[in-house]
Each structure stands twice: as C-alpha cells, then as structure tokens.
C-alpha cells in the first residue's frame, strides 16, 4: 500500500507540473506571437534545419542557402524554439502521465479506479496541437490555424485541470464529498454555460490576434470615428481565406479588423456580465467556505482580466500586458472550471 501511494502521490505531482508548465506554455505562445517570430524558423520541427538556431557565420550562410526568403533573426528564432522546447517538454510529460495512469488503473493493490480515458484524450490532443504547430509554421500564420493552435492550448490545459481535480479527488476517497445545496445545483448549469461563453471569447481573441486587428480601435469604450459604418461581416469571419505567401501581419482590409476587434469587445461585456453575475449570485447563496472562495477567485480575475483588456487599448498593447491578457484568460478559465466542479454532486465514477 505503500508503494501504490506513493505512485498516486507521483502521479499527482506530474499533473500539477504538468499543469503549471502549460501555463508556461500558453505565455511563451503569445510571446511569440505578440513578438512577430511565429516564422522565427521558416521549419519545423528544426530551426533552419538544427536543433537550436544558426549563430556562426557558417551556419548563418547555410540558413540563407537554404531559406532565401526567410533572413536568419536570432531573437526571433530563439522565441519560436524556446516555445518549441518547453512544449514538446509539456508532451512528454502528459505521456508520462497516461503511463502512470494505466499503471495506477490495472494495479492490483488499487481498489480505485483512477482515469484513463481522460489522459488518452489529453495525449491525443497533444499530438494534435503539435500538428497546428507544425501547420502554423508551414502555411505562414494561416489565422485558422494560429486560432486552432492557441485553443489547443487552451483545451490542454483545461483537460489538465480537470484530471488533477478528478486525480485529487480519487486520492483522498472524496466520493460524494463535494455535495451542494439543492439551491446551488442550478448555478452549475449556468456555469457550464458560463464555460461556453467564455471559450467563445476566447476564440474571438485568437482570432482577432491571428488577424493583428488588437490595435484596430485605439479609442474606449467602443472605437474610434464612425465606428458603425465600418463594420462588414461578410469577410471578417471567413476560416479559410484566400491563398496568400504568407498570413504575417495580415491579410484583412481595415474594416474588416475594425469588425473583429469590436466583435471581440462585445464579447467582452457579455462575458464579463454573465460571469460578474454567476461569481456574485453563488457566494451570496452558498454556505460552503470553499464554494464561496472558488466564486470570489473568478470575480477577482474577472476584474484583473478586465483591467487588462482595458490596459491593451490605453496603452497601445504594450507586449507584457497583452501576455499576462492570455494568461490571466487561462486561470480565468481554470478557475471558472474549478467552480462548476465544486457545484457538481462529485458521485460519478471516473472516466
């Protein structure tokens, strides 16, 4: 028994890296997007054909050789390939995971059955992610594919999330611990819905960062001039755009991007009334400490988020607001995911 709790105490501790490394992750990703060095290495998985970047002159010569359109930019390349490291350090990791997970499962010492089709999926969208990387360098910043690639992300963390609290949960026998009152039950629904409407505007924010439309409306609360008149939707939110060399800086005219930083505003106020709503109704209800504590949580990143968002467009994006904006976007998520799983009766087997 001794060993089998340290082996789940193991475990636990390779989510929870596991989940602090994604954030790292998620933050060196838009670093190296708000840097411009999404095409840092004109290749993947290699830079310029090499494990780091070309820094000797030899190297340099052979870089431009073999990449004349894409002239070596070290600090550029070394943001993509530092992003590169720690994520394909993030995909090693959760195959550690799904190892020790069906491990722990067919134990014979265990009489609890721990997830396994979680991590399996989580796996499986981690190699899928590393496809959008892959697509993301080789169709030039496609915004499809950067907005694909940015909710990957996303979706692995979240994924993440969930295992540790289901792994947590398993490990101290806390079936049925999480009871709520009838009253609360409710709020969970909204909650999930909450979850929805926030994935939405987080995609409104990749795409309106795929598409460098953040300084398309440099004026609050809405946007600059006759802001109305310059809203088309007919090409704003097309996925597949038209064939390009390369997506970099964008393709969009300026009406269009004035669209989509508006429609991503918008969201903004409705996400962040429904969620404001949600954070206040549940603490005024509930009873439990925790409950109460997981609500305050989201309304004060909510504030945070918010002070943000504002901060991007008063300031003119300054690089290292606009990467807190996508972190504090994913513990928003996190702690959002963290609420709905403490109104759920907690009686349900794993996956």
Known sequence: MAKHSKEVQTLQHLVLFSLLLAIVVIGLGAYTRLTHAGLGCPDWPTCYGLIDVPQTSEQIATAKQAFPQSPVEPSKAWNEMIHRYFAGSLGLLIAAIVLFSIKLRFSKNTKINYPILLPLFILLVVVFQAALGMWTVTLKLMPIVVMAHLLGGFTTLCLLFLL???????????????????????????????????????????????????????????????????????????????????????????????????????????TSTFLAWLAIMVFIKARNYSIKTAAMTLLVLLIIQISLGVSNVWFSLPLKVAVAHNIVAACLMLSLIALTYKLKNNSKEAL
């Open 164 to 270: 540790y609290l289901r792994i947590k949960a398993k490990g101290v026998h806390a079936k049925g611990a999480n009871l709520v009152d009838s009253q609360l039950k409710k709020y969970r629904r909204y909650a999930l819905l909450g979850i929805s409407i926030l994935t939405v505007q987080i995609a409104l924010g990749g795409w309106t960062s795929s598409n460098y439309a953040a300084m398309s409306c440099v004026e609050l609360p809405i946007c600059q001039g006759d802001w109305l008149a310059n809203l088309t939707f007919e090409q704003s939110f097309d996925l597949i755009p038209p064939s390009k060399e390369s997506y970099e800086f964008g393709h969009l005219a300026h009406n269009e991007r004035v669209t989509i930083h508006v429609s991503h505003r918008l969201g903004a106020i409705i």
